[in-house]
């Protein structure tokens, strides 16, 4: 098969086709009637486009809408067609990003059309249907992802660094692409490299079926070109701008849109956090199976984005200060100034690395702070080395196990009894292919261009052993993500920062009035994905107090005569 055979037939391996393309009952259609209008349009009439933004919503009343992806030769192809009571529309219509597919009509039709602004309120109204409506744009966008439509084309070495670091990039967001070798040919005999006149020194290349050729993209660009950054409004006032979007910060976007504030969410990357690279979480509330870090933190995505709250991913927070009548500034990257009444860090922590020589030429040239599937696949069939006595490393060497001949799990400590939850424990004893070394360290890497050997040694005998191994994963714990909060609030003695010092016992208050701080970031706080989202959750009725106490300062700071007149 070439580089750009693709099968555009719309494909669902569980047979859920009926919850995918749900099919209205008129009286369900009747109750959203007044959202929207009715209207008829001819053949061949386009309802939007590839790119478009604030797409609106339509169910078919007669006739049908075709749904059609671009392929790589410009050519459209169509993936579903909408018969009378289905409706169009995906993931997109809860935020503002480019639409992924076109829609046109393929015969006269009459439609109910409910415009992109009516949308949200809608399906606040109609809670039934919006549960409908919500699982089928889930399971479409899954169906995208899965079988690699209407995304883009990822061309690189598998094992490159800069390959990793775009691919991580969207499946963290959820956009849709295949990944090609450079040396993969087309059906006429052409490799992907020359077809796109490309060279080694442009990979890795992320191609566009529209013609958009991206050549080693940081992550700002990427995001810019795939229309997943959206116009951050400077003229308005936040009531809460949350800083990170891992579990705390998921949680507070959640429960602060849900209860009516006014919510902006700030990313450096994508959603999820250190939590969504965990292959699997299984003793969090309400997931006896377990649930990846990654679904976790795109379920939440998409719950805070009903109920209104807006994500800014790939665009770092540089600066907070106070601004005028005691607002905070909020600097981006890109010099981007966006005002809120209280800001809540919830930025969490990034990877710890390992003291060894040579350590920061092979990161993402064979060593992981993450064990997904996309790591599972570069390893499989290896021996693979994990390091680290924690959840984070057990939960990684169970998962990699299943692809992986051999994990070789190396642990500082005497035991695991201290530092990992038992049902991890007896996993990992229970595997053939797990095998733990107490109180061992690596010593030494090696290799040409990615790793080719690992060295450690066991501190109680000194004995050191070397593998050919190509994949390390260091699961050691983490530093606090705080450099850019230099000067705005207080640190403790590690970097994370401080809160419970105010006179009102505020638990999750900073050091300054109006910034919370929650989960891994904060000070003293347990490191676990429950207690992160239960502190997102409980901070909100904090935020709550703070505003109202802001709201009360403005008044009594208001001369009399405005105070009568009002």
Known sequence: MGYHTVDYTFKDPDHREEQIFPKLSAEQIDSIRPFGDEIELPDGATLFNRGDRNIDFYVVIQGGIEILITDCHHEKHVVVTHRTGNFTGELNLFNNR?????????????????RWKNFRRMLNVEDELAKVILRAFVLRRAAFIRQSLAGVMLIGPAQD??????????????FPYRSVQPDDRAEDGRTVMEALSLSSSDLP??????????????????????????????????DVAVVG????????????AAEGLDTVVFETQAPGGQAGTSSRIENYLGFPNGISGHDLAARAQIQAEKFGAFFSIARPVTLIKRGKDQEFEITL???????????IVASGAKYRRLDLPGYERFEGRGIHYAATAMEAQLCKGEEVVVVGG???????????????????????????????????????????RIQVYYETEVSSISGLKTIERVVWKDSKVGQSLEKPVRSLFVMIGAIP?????????????????????????????????????????????????????????VVIQWVHQC??????????????KSLKAS
């Not at 979007?245 to 602060?256: D, K, N, R, T, Y």
């Not at 640190?491 to 016992?505: E, H, N, P, R, S």
């Open 161 to 174: 660094p800069d390959t990793l670091r775009i691919r991580q990039f969207l499946i963290g967001s959820g």
């Open 205 to 238: 290349v992320v191609w566009e079926s529209e013609g958009l050729v991206l050549k080693n993209p940081s992550i700002a660009d990427l995001a810019s070109e795939l229309g997943l950054l959206e116009g951050l409004s400077v003229d308005r006032t936040y």
């Open 98 to 114: 480019r639409a992924l597919v076109s829609g046109r009509t393929p015969v006269p039709s009459r439609v109910l059309r409910i």
């Open 333 to 343: 990257t890109d010099k981007t100034v966006v005002r809120a009444r209280v800001v």
């Open 245 to 256: 979007a891992g579990p705390a910060g998921l949680a507070a976007a959640v429960c602060a």
């Open 547 to 560: 505003l109202a106490d802001l709201k009360a300062a403005q008044i009594d700071a208001l001369p009399e």
């Open 390 to 432: 924690g959840n984070s490393a057990g939960q990684a060497a169970v998962y990699l196990s299943q692809s992986a001949t051999k994990v070789h799990m190396l642990v500082r400590g005497k035991a695991l009894s201290e530092t990992m939850s038992k049902y991890l424990i007896e996993r990992i004893q229970a595997s053939p």
């Open 481 to 537: 993500n705080t450099e850019w909060l230099s000067g705005c609030t207080a640190l403790d003695g590690k970097g994370f920062v401080l809160t419970g010092k105010t006179k009102a016992g505020n638990p999750y208050e900073t050091t300054q009035p109006g910034v919370f701080a929650v989960g891994d970031v904060r000070s003293d706080s347990v490191k676990r994905v429950a207690s992160a989202v239960g502190e997102g959750s």
